[in-house]
C-alpha cells in the first residue's frame, strides 16, 4: 500500500470549521505528516495564502511535499518541532499567523514502518525516534540503559498502564541475558510477564509501554507543554489554535491549557467538550476512534 494510501487524516472538517481559515490568511500545519490535514488548509487559504508545515520526521516532510508541492499557494515546508514555532516564523519573517493544527497522533506510515519500531506486529529494531537523524537516546537504550525504578514510572505514568512493576522487573531480568534489541522480543517479554486474564482485551497487553516508550524516546509531552505556549503566543487576535489528542495525557494537558488561557481572558474555549470522531469515520478509520479535538481562539 502506498504510503498516502494508507494515512487518512483524522476529523478533517471539524478541524477546517474550527479553524476557520479565511482566503488569503497564514496558517501552520505544526504536525505535517502526510500532509492531509494540511492539503485541506491549503484549499481554505486560496491562491492568496500563506501555508507553513513542519515535522520532525525526514520521511514525512518528503511524502508532505510530493502531496502539496502542485497547489498553487506560498507553501513552506520545513524540519523542527511545533515548540520552536516562534524561531521558525521569525526566519520566515512572519510576525503571526491566523491558525495552527496541531495533530497529536503518530502517521499510519510510521506504525506500519518495521525500521522505526513504533509497532510490533512486524519484527524491527527498538527505535521509536520521530526524527531518525537526530542523537538522542532509542527505545533500545531506555529498556536496556535505565534502572528498574525509572522503567517502572514511565510506563506507569506514560502507558497509565497498572503492571508497569512487572514488566519493568521481566525486562531487568531479561537483559541480564540479553540485550533487548527488536519489537517483537520487548513484546513477547511484556506478554510473559502478565496475569494470563489481562493478555485477552481488545487491546494488546504490549499497546501502553510501547506507547509509554515512544513518548518518553520523543519527549512528547514536554514538547507540548512548551509548544501549546508558543503556539498560542505566535496567533495574532482572532487567531485559533486546533489540537487533536489521541490519550488522556495528551488531552488532559490541552485542556488545562486552554482553561488557563480563559481565566486569564486571553483564549476563548470553542469546544467545551472535546469534539469526537463519528461512527462512520470510525469504521473506516480505525485510528480515529481514540481521538479527541479542542480549540482555542486568541482574545488579545
Keep these: 500500500m502506498a504510503p498516502d494510501a494508507a494515512h487518512i487524516p483524522v476529523m478533517p472538517q471539524q478541524a477546517l470549521e474550527l479553524l476557520n481559515l479565511s482566503p488569503g490568511a497564514t496558517a501552520v500545519d505544526g504536525t505535517l505528516g502526510m500532509g492531509g490535514h494540511a492539503s485541506l488548509m491549503a484549499r481554505a487559504l486560496g491562491a492568496d495564502g500563506h501555508l507553513i508545515g513542519i515535522d520532525r520526521d525526514d520521511a514525512s516532510l518528503r511524502q508532505a511535499e510530493r502531496k502539496l508541492g502542485p497547489l498553487k499557494l506560498k507553501i513552506d515546508l520545513l524540519k523542527g518541532r511545533f515548540s520552536t514555532l516562534d524561531t521558525i516564523l521569525a526566519g520566515l519573517k512572519v510576525s503571526a499567523i491566523d491558525g495552527i493544527l496541531l495533530d497529536l497522533g503518530i502517521s499510519s506510515f510510521q506504525l506500519d514502518d518495521p525500521g522505526r519500531g513504533f509497532a510490533f506486529k512486524s519484527e524491527g529494531p527498538l527505535d521509536m525516534r520521530m526524527d531518525t537523524q537526530s542523537q538522542g537516546p532509542t527505545a533500545a537504550d531506555l529498556v536496556n540503559g535505565l534502572k528498574e525504578a525509572q522503567l517502572e514510572k514511565i510506563i506507569s505514568e506514560f502507558g497509565e498502564e497498572r503492571f508497569a512493576r512487572r514488566i519493568a522487573a521481566a525486562i531487568v531480568m531479561h537483559r541480564a541475558g540479553a540485550k533487548i534489541t527488536t519489537t517483537q522480543s520487548l513484546a513477547d517479554i511484556i506478554l510473559r510477564s502478565l496475569p494470563r486474564g489481562y493478555t485477552r482485551g ?16 520523543n519527549g512528547e509531552l514536554d514538547e507540548l507543554a512548551s509548544g501549546l505556549d508558543v503556539c498560542f503566543r505566535m496567533l495574532r487576535k482572532g487567531g485559533r489554535l486546533c489540537v487533536i489528542a489521541f490519550h488522556s495525557l495528551e488531552d488532559r494537558l490541552v485542556k488545562n491549557k486552554f482553561k488557563s488561557w480563559a481565566s486569564a481572558e486571553e483564549g476563548l474555549i470553542l469546544t467545551k467538550r472535546p469534539l469526537t470522531a ?19 481562539e486568541r482574545l488579545k
Excluded: G
Excluded at 202 to 217: E, G, K, N
Excluded at 285 to 295: D, G, L, V, Y
Design 278 to 296: 463519528s461512527d462512520e469515520e470510525c469504521a473506516s478509520n480505525p485510528r480515529s476512534r481514540s481521538a479527541k479535538m479542542r480549540a482555542v
Design 202 to 217: 481488545r487491546i494488546h497487553p504490549a499497546t501502553r509501554t510501547f506507547q509509554a516508550l515512544r513518548i518518553a524516546v
